[in-house]
């Protein structure tokens, strides 16, 4: 099983409307990203956080998203306006602060906007 | 930008061939290493194989890997594919001064048939 936690497994939300989905990463993390993976093919980078803070993002994020990560035990993707684009999977993972460490996945939140 | 080929989307291979899946890279910066992740239907990405040594074989569960530096190549092979094999495979570099962020391939799937 993924040590790494999210939820809920799946979401459904109307165009427009407003969507959360949390991720709970591996007790001793530090690191923490985000990943969108559209009909199970490319993993596209969306945001990095280190220590709670972000450090790197992609511009799609700064525009629509919300991010945080208030602890290290706990850390929330948001849409603000949801689109049909954003229906994917959204992969939390987390990695100790060495270099090189390996990244642990979650088994993702299925977000379907209608 | 660095970057991750992965030229087949689709490979398909019957039970108890050899299967060789293809991954080259480009980037301007040091790169620190290499990973073959590989996700089954409906779980999440696993790490299946990670390399940062230039012409090191790297072997995990009947897979291996050598990282050719020289061309830029990662590839994964299988001496004998099981059908328990078929899944999706992503290659990943993880860049020096990335704070272990991966860059994804797109991914290919292995299809292996009876």
């Known amino acids: 099983d993924a040590a790494v936690t999210q939820k809920p497994r799946y979401l459904i939300k109307m165009k427009g409307q407003e969507a959360e989905m949390k991720c709970i990463p591996e007790k001793g993390h530090t690191a923490v990203f985000w990943y969108q993976q559209k009909q199970s093919k490319e993993l596209k980078f969306l945001i990095y956080f280190q220590n709670q803070q972000p450090l790197d993002q992609i511009d799609m994020v700064k525009e629509r998203f919300s991010a945080v990560c208030p602890s290290s035990s706990l850390c929330s993707l948001g849409i603000r306006t949801c689109e049909a684009e954003d229906s994917a999977l959204y992969l939390c993972?987390?990695?100790?602060?060495?270099?090189?460490?390996?990244?642990?996945f979650g088994s993702g939140t299925r977000l379907t906007v209608l | 930008g660095d970057s991750v080929t992965q030229t087949e989307g689709l490979v398909t291979v019957t039970e108890g061939l050899p299967v060789k899946l293809n991954c080259t890279y480009q980037t301007t910066y040091l790169t620190i290493a290499f990973f073959w992740y590989v996700q089954y239907l409906n779980e999440a990405p696993q790490v299946l194989l990670r390399s940062s040594t230039d012409n090191k074989r790297t072997e995990h569960q009947g897979f291996h890997a050598t990282l050719h530096k020289s061309s830029s190549s990662f590839h994964l092979q299988k001496s004998s594919a099981q059908l328990s094999d078929s899944a999706l495979y992503y290659c990943a570099l993880q860049l020096s001064g990335s704070f272990n962020k991966l860059t994804f391939g797109a991914g290919t799937r292995l299809a292996v048939c009876p």
């Open positions: 993972s987390s990695s100790g602060t060495n270099s090189a460490e390996t990244l642990y």
